[in-house]
C-alpha cells in the first residue's frame, strides 16, 4: 500500500482513495509571466514522477494542474513587453509546454487558466458572501478568516499569532479595508488601464488564492484525494484554498496535502527564485545541459527534500544516468545471441524480481526516490553481470529490460529510444578496447555490429578506434 506523508497531519498515511484505483490530483501550476526556473521545474517534474508511479502501480490518475494568466507580475509584464496580458500568458504557457516536454513531463489531464474561469469565480464569491464567509468593501471582496474555525490547520499556526504578523502591516491602502487584518482578498477592484471583468461588486479581478479552490473543485469535485505544490505554498496560499473551499462546500476540500522541497543554490544554499534574482532558467540550462540529465537530476531526489543545484551535482547526475543506460545496452546487445530459454531462467528472474519489489516498497514510503534508485543501480548492476555470462537466456532478457525500463521510466527517463550520445558511443568503444585486450572478440564484435546498427562507423587506426557518424 502507498504510504504518503499529508502536511496536514504532519505523519505519513496509507492512501486510500475517494474513488477505488483512482486519483484525483490538483497541484498549483504557475503564474505564467516569464520562462520557468529550475524551482518551478523541481516541483513539476517531482508531482509528474508521483503521477507516473500512481500510473505504474495501476491507478487512473485526473491529474489538473492549473495556470495563472492574471496576476500583477503578468500585468506589469504586458506593460514591459507593449503587449496585452492575455498575449503574455499565451507566450508563457506555450514555453512552459516546450520546457516540460523537454523534461519528459506528461500533459496534465486538464490544465485550466483563470481567464477562461472567470464567471465560476465570480459565482463561488457570491455563495461566500451569502454564507457570511465574506464581505464587500469599496469594490473588494474578502475573506473573513476569524469565521473559519480551523483557519491555520494546515500550517499549524494558531490564528491569534497570524493576526499579529498581519497587523503590523495594517497600514496599507488595501488593509485599512480590512475587518480583520488577517482577511484576504478575493476580488480586487481595477486599477486604470489594467484588465477587468465587471461583477457585482463592480469591475475588478479575482484573488490569487480563490482561483485554484474554483478550478479545483470545478474538475475534481468538492472534495479531491492529493492536492499539492511547492513548500512555500502551505501559507498563505494553500491554507485560504482550505477556508474558501471548505467554507462554500461543507465538505473536506482535500485528504492529502503534499508539499515538494526547494531547489536551493550558492554556497549559502538559498532558494532559488525570481525575487531573489539567483535563479536559472530551463529555457536556458537545456541548450547548455541534456534535458534527460536534468530530469535524473531533479526526479531522484525525494520529494520532500531540498535539492542543491549546481555544477557539480548536474555531472554526477550525468554519469549516474549514463551508467543505467549502458547497462541497459549491454544487455540489448546480448538479446542478439541469447539462447531462447536456460534451465536457471526461474532463478534468475526470481533475483529480477526481488530487486522490483524492493524498489516498489520503497517508493510505497511517501516515494523515497533517492532509495528507489540505490535499488535501480544494484539492478544495473546486475543486469551487466549477466550480460556477461558466456550464455544468456532471451527470456531473462527481455522480462530483465522490460521491467528495468518501466522503473526507470517513472523518474521521465527513455531507454532504448534516444540517440546514442558521444559520451555513450565513446563508453562502448572503450569497453571494446578492453574486450580486445582481454582476446573476448566475441564482444568485441558485438559491440562494433550493435554500433553499426546505430549509425556508428569505428575506424581502427595505429592511433586508436576512431569513430563517426553514417
Given at each position: 500500500?502507498?504510504k ?6 504532519r ?13 484525483s ?17 523541481r ?10 508511479y ?8 485526473n ?22 496580458a ?23 489531464t ?22 457570511g464567509y465574506?464581505?464587500?468593501?469599496d469594490g ?20 491569534k ?9 495594517m497600514?496599507t ?11 484576504f482578498?478575493?476580488w ?22 480563490i ?7 470545478k ?10 505544490g ?7 496560499h ?18 492529502y ?53 549546481s ?5 554526477e ?6 551508467k543505467i ?8 546487445y ?19 524480481n ?6 516498489i ?11 528507489a ?8 548492476k ?7 555470462e ?9 522480462e ?17 529510444e ?8 565513446q ?22 555490429d550493435?554500433?553499426?546498427d ?15 557518424r553514417?
Open positions: 500500500m502507498i504518503i506523508y499529508n502536511t496536514l497531519t505523519e505519513k498515511e496509507t492512501f486510500q482513495p475517494i474513488k477505488e484505483k483512482q486519483v490530483m490538483y497541484v498549483c501550476g504557475p503564474t505564467v509571466y516569464n520562462y520557468i526556473h529550475i524551482g518551478n521545474a516541483s513539476t517534474v517531482a508531482f509528474d514522477t508521483v503521477r507516473r500512481f500510473e505504474y502501480r495501476g491507478y487512473d490518475v491529474f489538473v494542474s492549473n495556470f495563472t494568466d492574471v496576476d500583477d507580475k503578468i500585468i506589469r509584464t504586458a506593460k514591459e513587453m507593449g503587449i496585452s492575455k498575449e503574455v500568458a499565451e507566450k508563457f504557457i506555450a514555453a512552459f509546454y516546450e520546457d516540460t516536454a523537454a523534461l519528459q513531463v506528461e500533459k496534465a486538464l490544465n485550466p487558466r483563470v481567464m477562461e474561469n472567470i464567471p465560476d469565480i465570480i459565482d463561488f464569491i457570491r455563495v461566500l458572501i451569502e454564507k465574506a464581505y464587500a468593501a473588494d471582496v474578502y475573506y473573513r478568516t476569524d469565521k473559519f474555525k480551523d483557519y491555520g490547520k494546515l500550517s499549524d499556526q494558531s490564528i499569532d497570524l493576526i499579529v504578523g498581519a497587523s503590523e502591516r497600514d491602502e488595501e488593509n485599512l479595508k480590512k475587518e480583520n487584518p488577517l482577511d482578498a478575493l480586487k477592484e481595477a486599477k486604470p488601464d489594467e484588465i477587468s471583468w465587471e461583477s457585482p461588486w463592480g469591475p475588478g479581478r479575482p484573488g490569487w488564492h482561483e485554484c479552490s474554483v478550478m479545483a473543485t474538475y475534481l469535485g468538492n472534495t479531491i484525494d492529493i492536492h499539492g511547492g513548500h512555500d505554498l502551505a501559507f498563505p494553500h491554507e485560504n484554498e482550505i477556508a474558501q473551499s471548505e467554507a462554500k462546500t461543507g465538505q473536506t476540500f482535500a485528504h496535502w503534499m508539499h515538494n522541497g526547494f531547489v536551493t543554490i550558492g554556497e549559502d544554499a538559498e532558494k532559488m527564485s525570481k525575487s531573489l534574482g539567483n535563479f536559472v532558467l530551463v529555457h536556458d540550462i537545456i541548450k547548455q545541459v541534456d534535458p534527460q540529465v536534468l530530469r535524473f537530476f531533479l526526479a531522484t531526489a525525494h520529494y520532500r527534500r531540498p535539492v542543491k543545484f555544477e557539480k551535482a548536474v555531472n547526475a550525468k554519469i549516474n544516468l549514463d543506460k549502458i547497462a541497459y545496452q549491454n544487455a540489448q546480448r538479446e542478439q545471441d541469447a539462447a531462447v530459454s536456460l534451465p536457471e531462467d526461474a532463478e534468475k528472474l526470481a533475483m529480477f526481488d530487486l522490483k519489489q524492493e524498489f516498497a520503497e517508493m510505497d514510503d511517501d516515494f523515497q526516490a533517492d532509495n534508485m540505490t535499488i535501480v543501480y544494484q539492478y544495473a546486475e543486469l551487466n553481470i549477466y550480460a556477461e558466456e550464455t544468456v537466456s532471451a527470456a531473462v532478457l527481455k530483465a529490460l522490460a521491467t528495468f525500463k518501466a522503473l526507470v521510466g517513472i523518474f521521465g527517463i527513455v531507454l532504448g534516444e540517440a546514442l550520445l558521444d559520451d555513450d558511443i563508453a562502448l568503444i572503450d569497453e571494446r578496447m578492453q574486450a580486445r585486450k582481454d582476446k573476448n572478440f566475441a564482444r568485441s564484435d558485438e559491440i562494433r550493435y554500433l553499426k546505430q549509425g556508428i562507423i569505428l575506424d581502427d587506426t595505429s592511433q586508436g578506434t576512431r569513430w563517426r553514417a
